[in-house]
């Protein structure tokens, strides 16, 4: 199994950047597909992005397309979300993934998670 910790969260007006990161351990992380979901107070938990084992190739929802960028670093054992412009609607806890299905938007699909990690975008 593989350990999943997220960090980088915190409270920041729209408009502003923020990096969040997710430390893996366990599982051989190169070899995982990496995907980052979104929970916002009575809401369902949502996809943000994914990224291949290798990180050349990435999948983003709408809502984030442009604004997010999610990378890797395979010989740190760690996930990267770059998130610019935030919006008010980008409040929730974020969520670190990894599964072995690419692509895929589905909780199911991915077998472990992390804590999460609280993000507010102030108005």
């Known amino acids: 199994q593989v350990q999943l910790v997220e960090s980088g969260g915190g409270l920041v007006q729209a408009g502003d950047s923020l990096r969040l990161s997710c430390a893996a351990s366990?599982?051989?992380?190169?070899?995982?597909?990496m995907a980052w979901f979104r929970q916002a107070p009575g809401k369902e938990r949502e996809f943000v992005t994914a990224?291949?084992?290798?990180?050349?190739?990435?999948t983003y929802a709408d809502s984030v397309k442009g604004r997010f960028t999610i990378s890797r670093d395979n010989a740190k054992n760690t996930l990267y979300l770059q998130m610019n412009t935030l919006k008010p609607e980008d409040t929730a806890v974020y969520y670190c993934?990894?599964?072995?299905?690419?692509?895929?938007?589905?909780?199911?699909?991915?077998?472990?998670w992390g804590q999460g990690t609280q993000v507010t975008v102030s108005s």
């Open positions: 366990g599982r051989t992380f190169s070899r995982l597909t």
């Open positions: 993934a990894a599964g072995s299905t690419y692509g895929s938007r589905l909780i199911r699909d991915y077998d472990a």
């Open positions: 990224a291949s084992w290798s990180g050349w190739s990435t």
